[in-house]
């Protein structure tokens, strides 16, 4: 069979819990900054860097971007950070895959890579890998959902 591969992109953005525990934590640091600033309290200093790693570390988390690639019945999905950092996060086949719905269904293990904020664009696939059923929630390409058809697994 001679596919074409398919790549497509689900944009996250920031979620307000992100956002607002970004904010919380350089407020946190800028505070405990001026205590130790005007007492010269040594536990200041280490809530700071406390604080601002956390500020560091929610800042590269900041902007998320899910980029899927199909191709020969194998199916990659990686995390895009800032757009910048790309990290891949699962690797499954289509022999895999026992169903595909259009909505989200959860099983013992479910992995989001999606913004579900938006669940009329959402799909479930139900893997068995290894003998353990794990349900992937993302946004598919109108080409994948096609291949799926074919492959008589959406229901």
Sequence with gaps: MNEKPLEWMAVCGESAG?????????????????????TGQLFALIGLAVFGGLYAWLQMRSFVEYEFCYFSDDVDISVIYNRARR??????????????VKKVETQQVTKYFCNQSEPEKLYTLVLNQEGKRTAVVMEADPGFVKVMEMKRKVR
């Design 18 to 38: 992100h956002k607002l525990g970004r904010i919380a934590a350089l407020a946190a640091a800028v505070a405990l900054f001026l205590f130790f600033f005007l």
């Design 87 to 100: 990290k891949k996060k699962m690797s499954f086949t289509l022999a895999d895959v026992e169903y595909m």
